[in-house]
């Protein structure tokens, strides 16, 4: 048994000037234990600021409109240890017959890892302004902020010459960045005796992206079913998927400018649902190369928020969720063509003047390659399989009636009813039972934008009642 201690200190240091503003800085100092790369401190520093310009225009009337104005912004890093004893080089044992032996593992511990470190810097502002007593749109609440993150020595497993006796190294093998903006706005739309409506909404995108690997040699996440390859590479978005691309002209050129298909050879080939087909044969022509094909991080994210109440006995409360322009890898539909099971073999499709359900067609969207017999495209990723999957979803939506109100019970205050329901409605183009899930095959943080046989999102209904005496 062999303990693992981890100590350290925090010093920080609060100042507030009046109305007017303040700031938070100090640092703190964390040793995670006496053995290698964990012997030395890691100093982590963080500061945060905000003014309130208004306290300089007491007098002036501006805050008759203004109700409120904050700028602020911070800086901080913070650290991830390792694993305790990822740093303990360790041996693996298996038995022989009789005999106990021991080997290297295929994935190395380092004595050396250090801890990933995170930097934030975010910027923002806050603000509410006055529009009146009327009983429409009284004032408005909002906040922006932009922010930037980044991460350098991610622990991960690097490949390493076999002469080291390993397969791998785990080591702080990736930096990483992202960046991205986030609104807010909260409105009370109309304010009466008999009607209150309240609406918020919520606007935010973010990218991330791999800027650096250890050894500047790519690294290739295969999910566990063997198909989709997610590659991480210095300057792509993180879960950036790559595979062959089916061709769309008769002329289509491969990354060198070399035509895979001859002049004098267009006649064998025509074009079907946007793609090059073999008349001969019926099947999809896909490139030999890879290409990237998705990036399935969404453009943004937007939420609306609704509630009313209606003379304090009746509430309405619902939330819509609009994600816009991320895609997803159909692995499902894939594994489904594989086995000949998919609805759309039973798809007729016009193939040089000839239409049919040509299975032909439909299964060399998993078999074909170009140039290489049939199966020799198996478990290729290609780009018949990414969708679109934005969505507008119904998220939760529920209705209250205050049953003591209605029918004056004397005895209660309150007995309210409640209808909820969750996921009820969901507008997608996507295929796939769900355009909002991502299995991870590859066990990992960076896998994203796979749907390979994940359970969906469920429906959801819900009752109960609030008792107030």
């Known amino acids: 048994r062999q303990p693992f201690i981890t100590y350290g200190y925090l010093i920080d240091q609060k100042v507030d000037i009046g109305d007017f503003g303040g700031f938070v800085a100090g640092f703190r100092s964390d040793w995670s234990s006496a053995f290698g790369g964990g012997s030395k401190p890691f100093t982590f520093p963080h500061a945060s600021a905000y003014i309130n310009p208004l306290s300089h225009f007491k007098s002036s009337g501006l805050q008759n409109y203004l109700l409120y104005l904050k700028v602020r912004a911070a800086y901080g890093q913070a650290g991830i240890q390792p694993g305790p004893f990822n740093r303990f080089p360790v041996l693996d044992n298996y038995s022989i017959g009789s005999f106990q032996t021991y080997s290297v593992q295929q994935t190395s511990n380092n004595p050396n890892l250090n801890v990933e470190v995170s930097t934030e810097t975010e910027a923002g502002v806050d603000f509410g302004l006055n529009l009146g007593s009327r009983s429409w749109f009284r004032t408005i609440n909002g906040g922006f902020t932009y922010w930037t993150r980044k991460t350098d020595g991610a622990i991960y497993r690097a490949p390493v010459a076999p002469s080291t006796g390993s397969t791998n190294l785990l080591t702080n093998a990736i930096g990483m960045e992202s960046n991205g903006y986030q609104f807010s706005l909260d409105i009370p739309v109309l304010t009466s005796r008999a009607l209150k409506w309240d609406l918020g909404v919520r606007f935010g995108h973010q990218l991330s992206k791999v800027t650096s690997i250890s050894g500047g040699a790519d690294i290739v996440l295969t999910s566990a079913a063997g198909s989709t390859a997610l590659v991480l590479t210095p300057g792509q978005p993180i879960g950036q998927i790559y595979g062959y691309k089916a061709m769309t002209s008769l002329d289509y050129k491969n990354q060198e400018g070399q035509r895979y298909i001859q002049a004098s050879d267009e006649g064998n080939y025509t074009i079907v649902d946007g793609r090059v087909v073999d008349k001969r044969t019926y099947q999809i022509q896909f490139t030999d190369e890879t290409y990237p094909l998705m990036n399935p991080n969404p453009k943004f ?165 609030n008792i107030g005496l």
Do not use: C
């Open 301 to 465: 994210n937007m939420s609306f928020t609704n509630g009313f109440t209606f003379k304090d006995f009746l509430t309405l409360n619902f939330q819509f969720d609009w994600v816009y322009g991320n895609k997803l890898y159909n692995q499902t539909k894939e594994w489904m063509y594989r086995d000949g099971i998919s609805g759309d073999f039973s798809k007729s499709v016009n193939i040089a003047g000839n239409t049919g359900a040509y299975s032909a067609y439909w299964s060399s969207a998993y078999y074909g390659l170009w140039g290489s017999l049939r199966g020799a495209g198996n478990n290729a990723t290609k780009d018949f399989f990414v969708e679109d999957a934005s969505f507008l979803r119904l998220r939760n939506i529920s209705i209250g009636l205050d049953l003591a109100k209605v029918f004056k019970v004397p005895v209660l205050n309150r007995a309210q009813l409640v209808l909820t329901g969750r996921n009820l409605l969901t507008v997608t183009k996507y295929s796939g039972f769900d355009p909002e899930i991502s299995s991870g095959q590859a066990g990992s943080a960076f896998d994203r934008g796979v749907d390979h046989s994940t359970l969906p999102n469920l429906k959801s209904y819900q009752i109960g009642i």
